[in-house]
Each structure stands twice: as C-alpha cells, then as structure tokens.
C-alpha cells in the first residue's frame, strides 16, 4: 500500500456537494491480499510489503476495535479486494457502531456494479468508497488489470455508491500506457461525481518490479500531462492530488 501524508498546493473551492472532505487521522487495515484483477504493478504481492494471505474475521474485528478505542477518526478497509469477503459487512457495522467517524473501503469497484451490494454497504455504515480506475477506456484499463469486464463494473460501480450518497475518490496507477490519457478520464468521473482524483506514482513493488520497463514512464515526461487533466478537473470541482513514489507523499497537483 501507498503511504499517504500531507499534502501542498492547489486548493480550489469545489463546486459541487459530492465533493468529500479530508480525511482525519487515518488508519488502514489491509485484510486480504486476494484479488480478482491481477494488475501488472500490484505491490500487495511483495513478499516484503504484505500480509499473510488474509486476516480472518476475529482479528479484523480485534484491529477495528483497537483503533476505536484509540479514537480513531477515519478508517480504510483494503486489501486486496475485500469486497469479496462475506464478513465485510460486520467489519464496517462494527467501525460504525464503535464510534469511528468515516469509514472507507478502497477497492477495485467491480462488485459496486450490483446495487444491492452497494445498499448493503452503506448501510453497514460505509461513509467513503475509493475506486481503483487505470484508464478512461476498456482496452487501457483492462490492459492494465488483466481482467475482462472489469472496466464497465468500476464505472457503474462508481457511479452506484455516489447515488447511494457516499463520498466517492478514484485511485489512478501513472503509466507509460495511460499518461497521455488523463484529461480523458475527468468526463467520466465528472459525471460520477467522484470528489477527489489520486494520481500514484509507479513503485517498484511486487508485480511493478517484474514489469517496470514495460509500465514506467520518467516523471518530467507525465508531468504536462498530469497538470493539464488537474486544471480540466478543478472545473469540474474535481480535486487532484499525486502520490509521489520517492517519498510515497501525497501532494495536490499545482
């Protein structure tokens, strides 16, 4: 996972009431390293990075009440992909009942295509979903993941949870093959309403390493491409920020 700090820069008023606050002293609880894309630089698979395969559902829920009791105000749920574990909905009902203030899960988003997995969700106490989405088209984003379908199941599912009235943000892996296609991605999250855009700097990690040569593209080469889908986002109300693989820092794009 991507370690997220604070942030610089652009700070536009967001016109919109989708739009999701900051996030307030996060923790992440990373419960399963199981997935059903297979992304060509999906670091969960380092072995020096991840967790055994999963966590089973007393000790998730033993971390949920922990950070509870911590006071914690805002907590992550990822993985993997946990939304295709059956114990989700009591992972979230205990964040909620325990006093935890905003609850996230971040996922890839294809189960949020089924609606009534959504309202499950939500009224297990889901407060924010980020959704994974490595490009504006099928053939860049399935190219990417490795998985048939699964572009159409994280737009619908993008599209899903903001009508269930969750605050929505999309997570963005920079490569070679979808770079020069951001600005094409800010029609699409415009009309889901996704509040925050976070652009991640390829790390070396896990399936990164293996395909680096393939997938990484320097810097200065995306960072014109990367500012101009910022100012088409802001817009839109849309916030942009870049998680820079160096110092894993996360900054708003200026």
Same mark, same amino acid.
């Given at each position: 996972?991507?370690?997220?700090?604070? !942030?610089?820069?652009?700070?536009?008023?967001?016109?919109?009431?989708?739009?999701?606050?900051?996030?307030?002293?996060?923790?992440?609880?990373?419960?399963?390293?199981?997935?059903?894309?297979?992304?060509?630089?999906?670091?969960?698979?380092?072995?020096?990075?991840?967790?055994?395969?999963?966590?089973?559902?007393?000790?998730?829920?033993?971390?949920?009440?922990?950070? !509870?009791?911590?006071?914690?105000?805002?907590?992550?749920?990822?993985?993997?992909?946990?939304?295709?574990?059956?114990?989700?909905?009591?992972?979230?009902?205990?964040?909620?009942?325990?006093?935890?203030?905003?609850?996230?899960?971040?996922?890839?988003?294809?189960?949020?295509?089924?609606?009534?997995?959504?309202?499950?969700?939500?009224?297990?106490?889901?407060?924010?979903?980020?959704?994974?989405?490595?490009?504006?088209?099928?053939?860049?984003?399935?190219?990417?993941?490795?998985?048939?379908?699964?572009?159409?199941?994280?737009?619908?599912?993008?599209?899903?949870?903001?009508?269930?009235?969750?605050?929505?943000?999309?997570?963005?892996?920079?490569?070679?093959?979808?770079?020069?296609?951001?600005?094409?991605?800010?029609? &699409? &999250?415009?009309?889901?309403?996704?509040?925050?855009?976070? &652009?991640?700097?390829?790390?070396?990690?896990?399936?990164?390493?293996?395909?680096?040569?393939?997938?990484?593209?320097?810097?200065?080469?995306?960072?014109?491409?990367?500012?101009?889908?910022?100012?088409?986002?802001?817009?839109?109300?849309?916030?942009?920020?870049?998680?820079?693989?160096?110092?894993?820092?996360?900054?708003?794009?200026?």
């Amino acid at each position: 996972m991507l370690a997220l700090s604070a !942030a610089h820069g652009l700070r536009r008023r967001r016109r919109h009431c989708y739009c999701d606050r900051p996030l307030k002293t996060p923790a992440t609880i990373a419960a399963d390293t199981r997935c059903n894309n297979a992304c060509r630089f999906c670091e969960v698979v380092d072995p020096t990075t991840a967790t055994p395969p999963y966590l089973d559902d007393d000790a998730v829920l033993a971390l949920v009440a922990e950070q !509870a009791e911590a006071g914690r105000q805002t907590l992550i749920f990822t993985g993997g992909e946990l939304t295709l574990r059956k114990p989700l909905l009591g992972w979230l009902e205990a964040a909620k009942s325990g006093g935890i203030d905003t609850v996230v899960l971040r996922t890839n988003g294809r189960m949020l295509a089924y609606k009534a997995f959504v309202e499950q969700i939500r009224t297990a106490g889901v407060d924010r979903v980020e959704v994974a989405l490595h490009g504006p088209t099928p053939e860049v984003h399935e190219w990417l993941t490795r998985a048939e379908g699964s572009f159409s199941q994280a737009l619908k599912g993008l599209r899903n949870v903001a009508r269930a009235g969750c605050a929505t943000a999309v997570n963005t892996v920079l490569t070679r093959s979808n770079y020069r296609h951001l600005s094409q991605f800010v029609p &699409l &999250l415009a009309r889901a309403r996704v509040g925050t855009w976070v &652009l991640h700097e390829l790390r070396p990690l896990g399936d990164g390493v293996a395909n680096r040569a393939q997938l990484q593209a320097p810097w200065p080469m995306m960072q014109v491409y990367v500012r101009r889908a910022a100012k088409l986002a802001a817009r839109h109300g849309i916030g942009v920020q870049l998680v820079r693989a160096a110092s894993a820092q996360q900054d708003d794009v200026r």
